[in-house]
């Protein structure tokens, strides 16, 4: 019977016994071979990863030198890019000749005599074509001597060039930002705010905290050396005496009196009223509707509308005037860093204008961004 009719594992099919093999001997694994594998060991990474990271460390290195100089050659460029301003076309015909401008404020005012308002009411002032502006406020207020500096060139514009300004506020034209709408001078109808605008805050503000405790607490004494003993009046690092504190109230009343004198210049019901402005003169925050029963604004309506009363007041026809507004030239600082991480750049004069005592028309508690005259 063949070996498939007994199945393995049944009585009489049993495998013969496998004859015993001879012992192989053991190979000897030599310093440069793995026991178990036969390849070379690993060699440690540690000097990999450290070249590594120097490689990365030289080319972080390389990559800011290369930042800071194109920081610097954008620094070089923006004088000679941003000082100019562009014309951009918005309304009404293209191809017209006449043209209403629209300047624009927006953001706190400081004190540049080059910023980019004043570029834009220089570029009004010599365009021959510029029949009429409208001044598009969007604005907390700022400074004293910027929201004045705006005004006096504003009113020269309109005197120098016999045109009418006409202003239209965005969302906040306070403090500053409505004493710079006082360029509008005796021109009827000539102060427009949005439904949901905030204007007013007339009043002058010496902001100032004192930190002297907080330094005395840290172990830190104030010790300047000042050729006198109102050198240093208003330092956050001192309590204010007394006497400091009248020449602050001096300096804020005569600031105060500038305020209402402009306001009587750009607002005819209340120059002949007093006792309406003084009323009304409280540092209060008025909406749009409460603008108007008090004589600040003449009328609600969009920007749209106060172009309309520009044209309207220049004597033009609307289907032959050109509506445009300005833009800052493109400059290499806003192409490589961008338009608004350039304009948040740090600020040096902006840190000092912190600490350094000075009168602002500016309404404090609006949350808006800086920007220049």
């Avoid at 009429?132 to 004045?148: M, Y």
């Avoid at 001096?250 to 007093?274: A, M, Y």
């Avoid at 600020?347 to 920007?371: G, M, N, Q």
Wanted: charged share 25%; aromatic share 6%; proline share 6%.
């Amino acid at each position: 019977m063949d070996s498939q009719s007994h199945p393995e594992g049944v009585p009489g099919n049993e495998a013969p016994n496998p004859a015993p093999r001879e012992p192989i001997a053991a190979q000897p694994v030599h310093e440069w071979q793995d026991s178990q594998y036969g390849r070379p060991p690993r060699r440690s990474r540690t000097g990999l990863w450290i070249a590594l990271a120097l490689l990365m460390i030289a080319g972080l290195g390389l990559m800011m030198v290369g930042l800071a100089a194109m920081a610097t050659l954008a620094g070089l460029t923006t004088t000679a890019g941003e000082r100019r301003v562009r014309e951009e076309f918005v309304s009404h015909n293209r191809q017209a000749t006449r043209k209403v401008a629209v300047i624009t404020i927006e953001g706190i005012i400081l004190d540049e005599a080059d910023g980019f308002v004043k570029r834009q009411i220089d570029r009004a002032q010599n365009d021959d074509q510029v029949e009429a502006v409208v001044l598009r406020i969007n604005s907390p207020g700022g400074t004293v001597s910027g929201s004045d500096y705006l005004h006096h060139h504003l009113r020269k514009l309109a005197e120098d060039r016999e045109i009418p300004i006409v202003a239209s506020m965005g969302g906040v034209a306070a403090s500053g930002g409505y004493y710079v709408a006082m360029a509008v001078g005796d021109t009827p109808e000539s102060i427009y705010a949005e439904p949901s605008t905030f204007t007013g805050s007339i009043g002058v503000v010496i902001p100032r905290y004192d930190v002297s405790e907080l330094l005395q607490n840290w172990g830190i004494e104030y010790d300047a050396i000042a050729s006198g003993d109102l050198k240093g009046m208003g330092s956050m690092a001192k309590p204010m005496s007394e006497e400091e504190r009248k020449l602050f109230a001096q300096i804020v009343e005569e600031g105060f009196e500038q305020f209402k004198d402009t306001i009587r210049s750009g607002r005819p019901t209340l120059r002949d009223d007093p006792d309406a402005l003084d009323k009304i003169a409280t540092g209060q925050i008025f909406t749009a509707r409460q603008a108007v029963e008090h004589g600040l604004v003449d009328r609600i309506g969009f920007v749209e509308r106060a172009i309309e009363r520009a044209i309207e007041v220049a004597g033009l026809d609307p289907d032959e005037v050109k509506v445009v507004r300005y833009r800052p030239e493109p400059s290499l600082a806003r192409l490589l860093m961008g338009a608004e991480t350039h304009s948040r750049r740090l600020d040096l004069k902006a840190l000092l204008d912190l600490i350094t005592p000075r009168a602002y028309y500016l309404c404090t508690w609006l949350p808006v961004h800086h920007s220049r005259p």
